[in-house]
């Protein structure tokens, strides 16, 4: 997916937002935002939206000093989704159709993104009207047929906090293949390679539990820093790709990175009007949508 023109002053909006989180001086605050915004103006803006994004906020990380600008902030989120885990569970158990409600509580996880939300978000009132509305692009018998016959998948995360929901959405596929005699699945997800907004990295998945999944490995995908792995519209993910049965993407980022790609699903709730604009949905819609090869 190609960069949007309301994607910029966002981008602007996140610089100031994590500046302002970490306490840095109004005169800091100006040079910093200054050097994104000149950094955008040199970008070539028919990028995709995460291609921009890695560069701002690495300008950030670097000009701040601080490794990781939403580190309080992933570690609340994770502890908030942590807490909910008991009383999701139940939601799903007693659900008509668990794997149904496991892609919606997943779902529902999607709200806890600090990139279009600002950090303006209620999880538990989600969790409530996402169980209860219904899907704008909706292919779960697509999504259940390959649950149930995958021998890899491939599941792109998003956001910390939320991968505790994805976490319970893994555990509730394996059940059901376990209950109807199906092998388990390789499993390999994908994290960042490095800190960036309140994306998940590989401590946050080891954090919620999700290393503790048995066949489960993981990759990471760029930061914006060198080395943290490749960026998502590369061949090397599109290679990932090709190499799973059933594939995951989670979140607004992931949608932008991955569009270009066939065969997988997007999962996620449409929290702004270019990504809504995009699939054809509108603000706070719900979306389970497969792509076709």
């Not at 600090?114 to 899907?135: A, C, L, S, W, Y």
């Not at 319970?168 to 960036?196: F, Q, S, Y």
């Given at each position: 997916m190609k960069m949007n023109l309301d994607c910029i002053p966002c981008f602007q909006r996140q610089v100031l937002k994590a500046l302002r989180m970490n306490r840095l001086d109004e005169k800091a605050q100006e040079m910093i935002l200054r050097q994104a915004m000149k950094r955008l103006m040199e970008m070539d803006w028919s990028l995709t939206p995460p291609e921009l994004a890695h560069d701002v906020h690495r300008i950030v990380r670097e000009e701040s000093g601080v490794e990781d600008p939403y580190k309080k902030v992933k570690k609340n989120c994770n502890d908030i989704a942590l807490k909910l885990l008991p009383r999701i569970r139940k939601?799903?158990?007693?659900?008509?159709?668990?794997?149904?409600?496991?892609?919606?509580?997943?779902?529902?996880?999607?709200?806890?993104?600090?990139?279009?939300?600002?950090?303006?978000?209620?999880?538990?009132?989600?969790?409530?009207?996402?169980?209860?509305?219904?899907?704008?692009?909706?292919?779960?018998?697509?999504?259940?047929?390959?649950?149930?016959?995958?021998?890899?998948?491939?599941?792109?995360?998003?956001?910390?906090?939320?991968?505790?929901?994805?976490?319970?959405?893994?555990?509730?596929?394996?059940?059901?293949?376990?209950?109807?005699?199906?092998?388990?699945?390789?499993?390999?997800?994908?994290?960042?390679?490095?800190?960036?907004?309140?994306?998940?990295?590989?401590?946050?998945?080891?954090?919620?539990?999700?290393?503790?999944?048995?066949?489960?490995?993981?990759?990471?995908?760029?930061?914006?820093?060198?080395?943290?792995?490749?960026?998502r519209n590369s061949k090397d993910v599109e290679t990932w790709i090709e190499e799973h049965d059933l594939v995951i993407s989670k979140g607004q980022g992931n949608y932008e990175g991955l569009s270009r790609f066939k065969n997988l699903f997007f999962m996620l709730i449409a929290k702004c009007n270019v990504i809504a604009s995009d699939l054809g949905v509108v603000e706070g819609d719900i979306v389970l949508k497969y792509t076709k090869g």
């Open positions: 939601i799903i158990d007693a659900g008509p159709d668990s794997l149904e409600t496991a892609i919606r509580m997943s779902i529902a996880g999607n709200i806890m993104d600090f990139g279009p939300t600002g950090g303006n978000f209620d999880v538990e009132k989600t969790i409530e009207d996402v169980m209860h509305r219904q899907f704008a692009i909706n292919d779960y018998k697509k999504f259940k047929e390959k649950s149930m016959s995958a021998k890899s998948i491939l599941f792109f995360t998003d956001n910390a906090g939320e991968i505790a929901f994805d976490r319970l959405l893994i555990e509730t596929i394996l059940n059901i293949r376990k209950g109807a005699g199906v092998e388990d699945p390789k499993i390999t997800v994908v994290v960042k390679g490095g800190p960036i907004i309140n994306d998940a990295t590989i401590q946050d998945a080891r954090y919620v539990g999700i290393d503790k999944i048995p066949l489960v490995n993981f990759k990471a995908t760029d930061n914006g820093d060198p080395g943290t792995g490749p960026v």
